[in-house]
């Protein structure tokens, strides 16, 4: 059993929109594990063995030490029932407390389609009398990060402060030089730039340095105010 699970589309999806709020919670002692539906190839610059080599040194950067990785298509990532069920038997085999799951709303399809996939399969993760593996389950809590195609602003639900471990994301991400420095190097320094001012501008929201923004479509609920009188 894990604590929290991030899903992701390709490698470095998690990196770009949840990488410090993972490295801030594992460093809180919390059991946090990923999920990569694809192995994100073909791109221009990279290959299969590239990919993985720089999500090992992502990990290593983010101290994750439980990664697992799909194999599903990338480019044509589409919804299918054997698709769900694939992303179902991960939730009935690690039963997290949390999921991270990319955000609904983008202009990328494969990031449509992965986030529809993950959610169906929360609900059929608890299903019973059928061939899936492991015992059923249903992830209590659900949010979504934010890693999306489209140049808009999404009002969150909450937002975490990352101000001690937003430089661990940011080296995460420059991690995996073949998506982002390969064919030019100013096109990962503006990425890592505009990271950082996207943080600067969420954390500015909640008093503090930086901050990621997450959000929840079911209501939230509190037994304390402890995390607001911080």
């Known amino acids: 059993m894990v604590d929290i699970l991030a899903v992701g589309i390709h490698p470095d999806?998690?990196?770009l929109g949840a990488g410090a709020t993972l490295a801030a919670?594992?460093?809180q002692g919390r059991n946090v594990a990923a999920l990569d539906l694809t192995n994100g190839e073909p791109t221009p610059h990279g290959t299969p063995e590239l990919r993985r080599a720089e999500?090992?040194?992502?990990n290593e950067i983010l101290g994750l030490t439980q990664r697992l990785n799909l194999g599903l298509p990338n480019r044509w990532l589409r919804d299918t029932?054997?698709?769900?069920?694939?992303?179902?038997?991960?939730?009935?085999?690690?039963?997290?407390?949390?999921?991270?799951?990319?955000?609904?709303?983008?202009a990328h399809p494969d990031h449509v389609a992965a986030s529809e996939m993950a959610q169906a399969a929360r609900f059929i993760a608890k299903y019973t009398k059928t061939e899936m593996k492991g015992e059923p389950y249903y992830v209590p809590?659900?949010?979504?990060?934010?890693?999306?195609?489209?140049k808009k602003l999404v009002t969150p639900s909450f937002i975490f402060d990352v101000s001690e471990t937003l430089e661990t994301k940011l080296q995460a991400v420059a991690a995996y030089h073949s998506q982002f420095y390969a064919g030019g190097k100013e096109r990962g320094d503006e990425l890592i730039a505009r990271l950082r001012a996207q943080a600067g501008y969420y954390g500015g929201l909640i008093r503090v340095r930086y901050g990621e923004?997450?959000?929840?479509?079911e209501e939230l609920g509190v037994r304390s105010f402890d995390p607001f009188l911080l």
């Open 13 to 15: 999806d998690i990196e």
């Open 25 to 27: 919670l594992i460093r």
């Open 55 to 58: 999500t090992a040194r992502a």
């Open 81 to 106: 029932e054997e698709r769900r069920i694939a992303i179902a038997e991960v939730y009935r085999q690690l039963q997290p407390k949390v999921l991270l799951l990319p955000h609904w709303e983008d």
């Open 141 to 150: 809590r659900v949010f979504f990060y934010f890693c999306i195609h489209l």
């Open 213 to 217: 923004p997450f959000f929840a479509v």
